[in-house]
C-alpha cells in the first residue's frame, strides 16, 4: 500500500528527473553555430550529390557529378575529393569549418563495419570498407547508411516530418525503399536491413507477384515504377482499351493518361494506391508514427498534381479503414518535399547528430 501510495510521486520525481535531463542535453546538441558545416553525400546510380550545409541546415553550396557505376570506387572518391574541395573554394568556406561527414548509398551495406557490400548497380563498389576510407581522405569523422535512411532523415530533419518526433518514408522508384526514424535515431537493424519498406508482404495468395528479390506477394512487386509498368503491360496485353501505347512505358505516361480520363491508367494508379497502404498499415501499428512520408520519383505528379493528390487520398482512405481510429486520426501521410537533394541533407543531418553526440560535455 505504501508503494502505491508513493509511487505518483516516484513518477513525478522521475519525469522532472527526466526533463531536466532531456532539457540539458537537447540545448547541449543544438549549440547551433554560424561556423560549423557538415558535408552530406548521396551516392545514386547515376549521380553522385555533394553539399555543404549549415548547423541550421542552410545549404551553403551543392554540387553533383556522375557516377559511372563500372569505375572504381578509387577513382570516383578522388573526383569527390576534388569536388568537395573546388565547392569550398568557389564558396569561400574554411576546411576548418567542415567538422562532419555523411554518406548514403545504395544498399546492401554493413553499417557496423563501415563497409558497402554488393549493390548491384554500383559493381566498382563492392566489398569497400567506405566509411573509414572516406574519414582518413577528407579528415573528419563519417557517419555511414544507407541511401534510402539518408533520405528520410533529410525530410525529418529538414522536409515534411520537420518538427514531428517520428517518421516513416516509403520511396517509390526503380524499387521501393524506406526509411524509419524515431527521435533522432535512425533505424539500421541488426544486420543493416532494417525499413526494407519494398519487402513487406502485400499479397499472401499463391497468385501474388514476384518480387524481384525472389519471393512472392512484396509490396516492390505492386508499387514500384518498374511494377507499375508491368501491371499495366499485363493489362494492355489482355485486351483492356486504353491510349496507352506499350513501347517505351513508363509511370509519367501512366500518370497524364490518367489525367486525360484513361480508366486502365486510372485503375492501376488506384490499386497501387491500394497496395501501398496495406504496406503502411502495417508499419503503422508496428511503429504508431507521427507521419508517414511517400517520396521517390514516382508520386504521380505529387501535391502539384490532380492525379498525384487523389493517389494521396486514396491511401489515406484505405489506411483510414485498416488501423485504430487513433493512429489515423493523428497519422501524417504526405508526399515528401526535398526531392532529390533529401540524401545529401539527410546524410549531412546524421553527421551533426553523431558530431554532437559524440563530443564531449562542454567542449563547444
Ligand atoms: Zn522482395
Redesign the pocket.
Known amino acids: 500500500m505504501a508503494i502505491h501510495e508513493s509511487k505518483p510521486f516516484e513518477i513525478l520525481r522521475f519525469l522532472v528527473f527526466h526533463f531536466i535531463l532531456i532539457s540539458s542535453t537537447t540545448e547541449f546538441m543544438s549549440p547551433a553555430s554560424d561556423e560549423t558545416v557538415f558535408l552530406g553525400i548521396d551516392v545514386g546510380g547515376t549521380n553522385i550529390k555533394l553539399g555543404l550545409v549549415s548547423d541550421y541546415g542552410q545549404v551553403l553550396a551543392a554540387s553533383s557529378f556522375a557516377t559511372q557505376a563500372q569505375r572504381s570506387v578509387v577513382e570516383t572518391l578522388i573526383e569527390l575529393e576534388q569536388a568537395y574541395e573546388r565547392l569550398l573554394e568557389e564558396n569561400k568556406i574554411s576546411q576548418e569549418r567542415v567538422v562532419a561527414a555523411g554518406i548514403g548509398t545504395p544498399g546492401p551495406i554493413d553499417v557496423s563495419q563501415g563497409m558497402i557490400l554488393q549493390p548491384t548497380n554500383l559493381k566498382g563498389w563492392w566489398n569497400f570498407p567506405i566509411r573509414d576510407s572516406l574519414s582518413e581522405l577528407l579528415e573528419v569523422p563519417v557517419t555511414f547508411t544507407n541511401d534510402a535512411n539518408a533520405a528520410a532523415f533529410g525530410e525529418y530533419w529538414l522536409g515534411s516530418a520537420k518538427e514531428l518526433p517520428s517518421l516513416v518514408m516509403f520511396t517509390l522508384g526503380t524499387g521501393v525503399g524506406g526509411g524509419i526514424i524515431v527521435e533522432d535515431f535512425c533505424l539500421e537493424g541488426t544486420h543493416s536491413l532494417a525499413a526494407e519498406l519494398?519487402?513487406i508482404c502485400v499479397d499472401w495468395s499463391n497468385e501474388a507477384r514476384l518480387?524481384?528479390?525472389?519471393?512472392r506477394g512484396?509490396l516492390?512487386?505492386y508499387a514500384s515504377a518498374t511494377a507499375v509498368v508491368a501491371r499495366t503491360l499485363e493489362r494492355i496485353k489482355s485486351g483492356e482499351r486504353t491510349s496507352l501505347q506499350p513501347a517505351g512505358l513508363n509511370a509519367k505516361e501512366i500518370a497524364v493518361a490518367a489525367e486525360s480520363g484513361d480508366s486502365l491508367a486510372q485503375t492501376i494508379i488506384t490499386e497501387t494506391a491500394q497496395y501501398l497502404a496495406r504496406g503502411i498499415a502495417i508499419v503503422a501499428h508496428t511503429i504508431d508514427p507521427a507521419a508517414v512520408l511517400i517520396g521517390g520519383a514516382m508520386t504521380f505528379g505529387g501535391n502539384e498534381n490532380q492525379i498525384g493528390r487523389g493517389f494521396l487520398q486514396t491511401i489515406k482512405t484505405q489506411v483510414a479503414n485498416s488501423v485504430f481510429p487513433e493512429i489515423a486520426q493523428a497519422l501524417t501521410i504526405n508526399f515528401a518535399t526535398l526531392g532529390s537533394d533529401a540524401g545529401f541533407l539527410g546524410a549531412a543531418g546524421l553527421a551533426r547528430l553523431h558530431y554532437y553526440q559524440f563530443q564531449p560535455r562542454g567542449s563547444t
Not at 518480387?211 to 519471393?215: A, D, E, M, S
Open positions: 519494398g519487402h518480387c524481384p528479390c525472389g519471393v512484396h516492390e512487386a
